[in-house]
């Protein structure tokens, strides 16, 4: 089992940035490959960002390519995704999720584990 916790939502104004974090406990992280998904308003559950056990392997959704950096310290247990040039439509509960099987993937049916999301608001 693993338990995942999202940390450092909250307001912000477009343009600004935001780091959040993912903490994991009861396993190794690095057994796991990690993702980030998002829930926008209205909307079903988004592909975000993703990132191997070793960190050698990166994937991002077509929206936040160039803006947002998904990084992992394995020493902390943790995930990070760095969120930059925000905009309204980033408004969002982000998700962090574990993957068992080591791969990227973007399919939210693939991730075993899920934290309780976080939610980022940000304000035009």
């Known amino acids: 089992q693993v338990q995942l916790v999202e940390s450092g939502g909250g307001l912000v104004q477009a343009g600004a940035s935001l780091r959040l974090s993912c903490a994991a406990f009861g396993r190794t992280v690095s057994d796991y490959a990690m993702g980030w998904f998002r829930q926008r308003p209205g909307k079903g559950r988004e592909f975000v960002a993703a990132i191997t056990g070793s960190g050698g392997g990166l994937s991002y959704g077509d929206a936040v390519k160039g803006r947002f950096t998904i990084s992992r310290d394995n020493g902390k247990n943790t995930v990070y995704l760095q969120m930059n040039s925000l905009n309204s439509e980033d408004t969002a509960i982000y998700y962090c999720?574990?993957?068992?099987?080591?791969?990227?993937?973007?399919?939210?049916?693939?991730?075993?584990?899920w934290g309780q999301g976080t939610q980022v608001i940000v304000s035009s």
């Open positions: 999720a574990a993957e068992g099987s080591g791969g990227l993937t973007w399919s939210e049916r693939d991730y075993d584990y």
